[in-house]
T-cell receptor, first 115, second 116 residues
Framework: AQSVTQPDIHITVSEGASLELRCNYS??????LFWYVQSPGQGLQLLLK??????LVQGIKGFEAEFKRSQSSFNLRKPSVHWSDAAEYFC?????????????FGIGTKLQVIP | NAGVTQTPKFQVLKTGQSMTLQCAQD?????MSWYRQDPGMGLRLIHY???????DQGEVPNGYNVSRSTTEDFPLRLLSAAPSQTSVYFC???????????????FGNGTRLTVT
């Protein structure tokens, strides 16, 4: 079975600063990887996903993530954070066969943006 | 296009009471699912369905029942609420029933349930 670790429960950054949210996974083969964002009072929204190919993937809202097989990581980055990016971010991992019922979500990282 | 609609948004129950959390989608999605979200636990799958008449258990099914009589609706029933079921519940749906992640998972805005 796969697992996912988000080591940072809470991160605070200044508006305009760069951001990196960490995600490590455990899976025997190349997994499918996702990042979701949850704004207060809302459901989760997909930011980006990695299935195969280019290890640097671009998502919505200016986010990108890089798949590093050697480190079992899929960290989320943004070069300049905006106040509207304050939210909770979830990394998720899935095996490369099967449906969403096989997706495992991390516990989330809550991002606070200070002016 | 309303997407995934969950009702109610908030609910307080007493231990032992029953209730149904409603979930409806208007996107003709085959796959629907229920998650609970607890602090420090992330999202955990309760039940899911890959089409009308087909349901299956997820990671934490105990204490919950589901049915899928139509493509649009996927209600979650708590037969006898317990304080351990205090949580935020999310319904999610996706177009593909065959397991393709190319079709994104759409989430509702959640139901916050408190059981006293």
């Amino acid at each position: 079975a796969q697992s996912v670790t988000q080591p940072d429960i809470h991160i605070t950054v200044s508006e305009g600063a760069s951001l990196e949210l960490r995600c490590n996974y455990s899976y025997g083969a190349t997994p499918y990887l996702f990042w979701y964002v949850q704004s207060p009072g809302q459901g989760l929204q997909l930011l980006l996903k990695y299935f195969s190919g280019d290890t640097l993937v671009q998502g919505i809202k200016g986010f990108e993530a890089e798949f590093k097989r050697s480190q079992s990581s899929f960290n989320l980055r943004k070069p300049s954070v905006h106040w509207s990016d304050a939210a909770e971010y979830f990394c998720a991992v899935a095996p490369n066969s099967g449906g969403y019922q096989k997706v495992t979500f991390g516990i989330g990282t809550k991002l606070q943006v200070i002016p | 296009n309303a997407g995934v609609t969950q009702t109610p948004k908030f609910q307080v129950l007493k231990t032992g009471q029953s209730m149904t959390l409603q979930c409806a989608q208007d996107m003709n999605h085959e796959y629907m699912s229920w998650y609970r979200q607890d602090p420090g636990m992330g999202l955990r799958l309760i039940h899911y369905s890959v089409g009308a008449g087909i349901t299956d258990q997820g990671e934490v099914p105990n204490g919950y029942n589901v049915s899928r009589s139509t493509t649009e609706d996927f209600p979650l029933r708590l037969l006898s609420a317990a304080p351990s079921q205090t949580s935020v519940y999310f319904c999610a749906s996706s177009y593909s029933r065959t397991g393709s992640y190319n079709s994104p998972l759409h989430f509702g805005n959640g139901t916050r349930l408190t059981v006293t």
